[in-house]
C-alpha cells in the first residue's frame, strides 16, 4: 500500500481548482505501472514522489498525463509540494527543491506555495502557418488577437492573446482541428475591481487527452514571462482560468528579480492509500 493524496490546486475551496492524484511514495514503480495508474485516474496530471537523484533536491517528481509523461507541469508541482509537506516532508533549505524532467524547480513556502518559473525552451512568435491552425482550432477570429506566441517550457503552448477576456470565455474550438496541438486563448478584463482576477485564460489539449483543462500552472508560468517581458502584463497580476469549466483557478503572478513566480493555494480532498 502507497499513501496517496488528490489534492484541489490553484483554489482554497474543495473542487473549484484543477485536481492532481499524487503517490506520494512512489519508489520502485515501474514506467508502465505509473502511466497504467495515471490513465486509469483520467486525471489531467497523476504524479509519483520519487527519492531524488540530484543533491540539492528535496524529492524527484514524475509527472504523467493520461497517455504520457511530461517533463515539467505546473498544478502538479504545486499540489504535489503540498502532498509532500503534508506527508511529513522536510526541505533541507528555507525553499524546497523539486527535481523532474526539466531540472530542478524551486518552491517557496509562504502564504502559499510558489514555484519559479522554468527557463524557457522556446519563445517566439508563430509562423503564419502556425497561427493559422491555432486560429482555426480555437474558432479564434484573427481580427480580435492582440499578439501570439509559440512558448516551450517542457510543453508547447501555441498561445494567443485576445482583445478581451469575454473573447475568451465565448471561444468554442474545434478539438478536432487542435489535434495534438496545446492550444491557449488569454485576454484582458477591463478595468477590473480590486481583488478580481486581471486575466482569463483558457487551455486546450485534446491529443493529451484533455479536452480543457482547468487551470494550467506550466501555462501561466511561461505565459507571465512572455506577457510581463512584452508589456502586455504589470509585473504582477491575478490570473483566472477555468471560469468556463465552472471552476474558479487563480494563479497569482510576481516578477521578482528577473524571476517569475507562480503561485497557488491547494487543498487536499482526498487521502488514504492505493494499490498499484
Known amino acids: 500500500m502507497r499513501r496517496f493524496s488528490q489534492v484541489d490546486v490553484f483554489t482554497n475551496v474543495p473542487f473549484r481548482g484543477n485536481p492532481v492524484a499524487v503517490v506520494i511514495d512512489g519508489d520502485g514503480l515501474s514506467d508502465d505501472e505509473m502511466q497504467r495508474f495515471a490513465n486509469w485516474t483520467n486525471l489531467s496530471e497523476t504524479t509519483f514522489i520519487c527519492s531524488p537523484t540530484h543533491p540539492d533536491a528535496d524529492y524527484r517528481l514524475r509527472i504523467f498525463t493520461p497517455a504520457r509523461e511530461m517533463d515539467f507541469a505546473g498544478h502538479p508541482t504545486i499540489g504535489s509540494c503540498h502532498a509532500w ?143 510581463i517581458d512584452a508589456g502586455h502584463m504589470p509585473a504582477q497580476y491575478l490570473a483566472s482560468q477555468g471560469t468556463a469549466l465552472g471552476r474558479a483557478g487563480r494563479v497569482h503572478i510576481s516578477a521578482d528579480n528577473g524571476d517569475v513566480w507562480v503561485a497557488g493555494d491547494a487543498v487536499t480532498c482526498i487521502r488514504g492509500e492505493v494499490t498499484i
Open 85 to 227: 509537506l503534508e506527508a511529513g516532508g522536510v526541505p533541507k533549505e528555507t525553499t524546497i527543491v523539486q527535481e523532474c524532467g526539466l531540472g530542478n524547480v524551486t518552491i517557496r513556502h509562504g502564504e502559499r506555495l510558489a514555484f519559479a518559473a522554468p527557463k524557457p525552451r522556446q519563445m517566439r512568435p508563430m509562423t503564419p502557418t502556425e497561427l493559422a491552425a491555432t486560429c482555426a482550432g480555437a474558432r479564434i477570429d484573427p481580427a480580435a488577437i492582440v499578439d501570439h506566441q509559440l512558448l516551450d517550457n517542457g510543453p508547447v503552448f501555441h498561445t494567443i492573446v485576445v482583445d478581451d477576456a469575454k473573447t475568451v470565455l465565448g471561444c468554442a474550438p474545434d478539438l478536432v482541428a487542435i489535434g495534438d496541438l496545446h492550444v491557449a486563448v488569454a485576454g484582458r478584463y477591463q478595468s477590473p475591481a480590486p481583488g478580481d482576477p486581471d486575466i482569463e485564460v483558457r487551455m486546450f489539449a485534446p491529443g493529451l487527452g484533455v479536452a480543457e483543462d482547468p487551470v494550467t500552472g506550466s501555462l501561466n508560468a511561461i505565459l507571465a514571462q512572455w506577457l
